[in-house]
């Protein structure tokens, strides 16, 4: 048997056998009295299975890789979406729900809730009287991004047992366990007119958490929202001021703008300009070329004027044909794949990147938030939300939200942590100054979820605000028990 250039050559066998991809002589016909010139087969080794062959036993080439490190299409199959077999998905999310899990149906959708309520001991019960007995107001816990009710899971009975009330978190969706379906859903406003809502929508997602406030039979309601759950806790008190009794941001992914000085009326530059006209008024009423040049400035401010009208509404046709251009994509086979490719090289690795220490997230963690990929349609319902919140008009008959973050009136408290980042510590200051009044606190050693990673120091936080912001007289403003 020689070796030339890679390339083994043996002399010609009876039988030949494979043995794990290689092929081997079981008996040489020359070595027992063959012709002088034997015959040869020829076979090609690569260095990986010479290197294999030489280190030892052939168990190293079975399993995930194969020998030369190519995955088969049942091992592609198996590894599935951030580890969710893809095969094997549920079509009713309700078959994944947890003991304590609750659905209730909303607009055509079963939306998955649960709720804490706090229990009181009986010596602790005796010792309190009868006026403050009663349930306060309950506090709705609004999740962010990719996140679900489990989010929520670590704080909603020590929170519930903090305030003395009722604790409900619901899964919006797109997200969590529930329902997907279709993008179109009637509503019935309050003259009894259906109109079209997308259930993938901002606006849904604030009707949804104004019906849980009535759903727990409550005037008012203390409003969480964690990252993009901030915005719709918000727009929810825009919505129904008089249904919200304070706001609690938690890492909020809200834009906060620059706040600037005012400019006194009276300092205007306009004013001055109106002044100095006057004047020149005055002096130049009896030149005709200046007559003359005023009348072609006019006409020219007409003409100018004219076109912006144009300009603009050409601006709002183009606006319009491009969300319809980018709805239809978003919405492509090509978008879901896009969707379903994303998940599963960065879901986990955001998770992880959440927690200031990814070492402590644990595999519950993990399981905990890939557990919607088991549900069927989780990936097309992602798309719907991606398109539903670029594709948004029903913000464009409002002032940007930057301009009425002034206008919050109620208590609002700002968390956030100072290792945060996805959305970074210093827009949630910046945000703190837009809101006039509200309280900002910073956790130290913290990522993007403080109420996952600092449990303890994050429901102390939100205790206290509530007793400082309602320490005259809660029973009469807010009716919980501090």
Request: glycine share 8%; net charge positive; with cysteine.
């Amino acid at each position: 048997m020689r070796s030339l250039a890679g390339i083994w050559v043996l002399p010609s066998c009876s039988k030949v056998s494979s043995f794990n991809g290689r092929l081997i002589s079981s008996s040489f016909a020359s070595r027992f009295g063959g012709p002088d010139t034997p015959n040869y087969v020829v076979l090609k080794s690569s260095p990986v299975a010479a290197a294999a062959s030489v280190s030892g036993s052939g168990a190293q080439y079975s399993g995930s890789g194969g020998l030369l490190g190519v995955q088969t299409k049942e091992e592609k199959k198996k590894e599935g979406i951030a580890g969710i077999d893809q095969d094997e998905l549920v079509e009713d999310p309700k078959l994944l729900a947890d003991p304590d899990s609750c659905f209730c149906e909303f607009s055509g959708v079963e939306i998955h809730h649960k709720v804490y309520e706090a229990q009181l001991k009986v010596h602790e019960t005796e010792s309190v009287s009868s006026e403050t007995k009663t349930v306060g107001l309950a506090m709705i816990l609004l999740h962010g991004f990719g996140a679900s009710v489990f989010s929520w899971k670590r704080v909603m009975k020590p929170l519930a047992e903090a305030i003395g009330s009722k604790v409900l978190a619901f899964d919006r969706p797109a997200f969590g366990l529930t329902s997907r379906g279709n993008s179109v859903r009637h509503l019935s406003s309050g003259n009894g007119e259906s109109k079209p809502v997308n259930p993938y929508s901002l606006a849904f997602s604030v009707l949804a958490t104004l019906y849980f406030v009535d759903f727990l039979a409550a005037e008012k309601a203390i409003i969480v929202g964690h990252s993009a759950g901030s915005l719709v806790a918000v727009e929810s008190y825009f919505e129904a001021p008089e249904r919200v009794a304070a706001l609690i941001l938690v890492a909020p992914a809200i834009f906060a703008p620059i706040t600037t000085q005012k400019v006194d009326k009276g300092s205007q530059p306009g004013t001055n300009n109106q002044t100095e006209e006057e004047g020149s008024n005055s002096v130049d009423n009896g030149n005709p070329f200046v007559q003359f040049s005023k009348v072609l400035s006019k006409f020219a401010r007409f003409i100018s004027q004219a076109i912006m009208g144009l300009v603009k509404g050409m601006a709002v046709m183009l606006n319009s044909l491009y969300k319809k251009f980018l709805s239809v994509l978003l919405r492509s086979a090509f978008a879901i794949m896009l969707v379903r490719m994303a998940i599963n090289k960065f879901g986990i690795a955001a998770v992880r990147n959440a927690w200031y220490d990814s070492k402590k997230v644990t595999d519950e963690d993990i399981s905990g938030y890939t557990k919607p990929l088991r549900t069927k349609g989780w990936d097309k319902a992602l798309v719907e939300y991606t398109a539903a919140m670029l594709t948004d008009t029903s913000s464009e008959s409002k002032p940007p939200l930057a301009k009425r973050l002034c206008d919050i009136k109620c208590p609002v408290l700002i968390v956030t942590g100072d290792t945060d980042r996805i959305v970074p510590s210093w827009n949630a200051k910046r945000l703190s100054k837009a809101i006039p009044g509200s309280c900002f606190e910073v956790i130290k050693r913290c990522g993007h979820l403080p109420h996952e990673e600092k449990v303890d120091e994050f429901v102390s936080i939100v205790k206290k605000f509530l007793q400082t912001a309602y320490d005259d007289s809660p029973q009469e403003q807010l009716g919980v028990i501090v």
